[in-house]
């Protein structure tokens, strides 16, 4: 069963900068598309971002383009996301999520109902 571990989140203001991580464990193989999404209190998940296992496709939310990058570290199962320039709006419990299906090309999922395994969550709070 695959499992995968949210950390890295806190408290920031706004401005600043975050880098939180997903270690996934439990697979055999890495060549899975791997997403990030976001829940604020009250509101729906949101898609963040996405990345090809090999890193050759990326996918953000505008709201994010230019602030966040995402990368993978296929040697050590990890995702991470780099979050700078950060906005009160910002403020969600990030997850981090799997897709065991099949994409071609550089396709990737943005809907949540794609995404096969999640991991719990790590909060993150931007102060004004």
């Known amino acids: 069963q695959v499992q995968l571990v949210e950390s890295g989140g806190g408290l920031v203001q706004a401005g600043g900068s975050l880098r939180i991580s997903c270690v996934a464990s439990?697979?055999?193989?890495?060549?899975?598309?791997m997403a990030w999404f976001r829940q604020a209190p009250g509101k729906e998940r949101e898609f963040v971002t996405a990345?090809?296992?090999?890193?050759?496709?990326?996918y953000y939310v505008d709201s994010v383009k230019g602030r966040f990058t995402v990368s993978k570290d296929n040697a050590l199962n990890t995702m991470y996301l780099q979050m700078n320039s950060l906005k009160p709006e910002d403020t969600a419990v990030y997850y981090c999520?799997?897709?065991?299906?099949?994409?071609?090309?550089?396709?990737?999922?943005?809907?949540?109902?794609?995404?096969?395994?999640w991991g719990q969550g790590t909060q993150v709070t931007v102060s004004s």
């Open positions: 999520a799997e897709s065991h299906r099949y994409y071609s090309g550089s396709h990737l999922p943005l809907d949540p109902n794609e995404y096969d395994f």
């Open positions: 439990g697979r055999t193989f890495s060549a899975y598309p």
């Open positions: 990345i090809k296992w090999n890193g050759t496709s990326i």
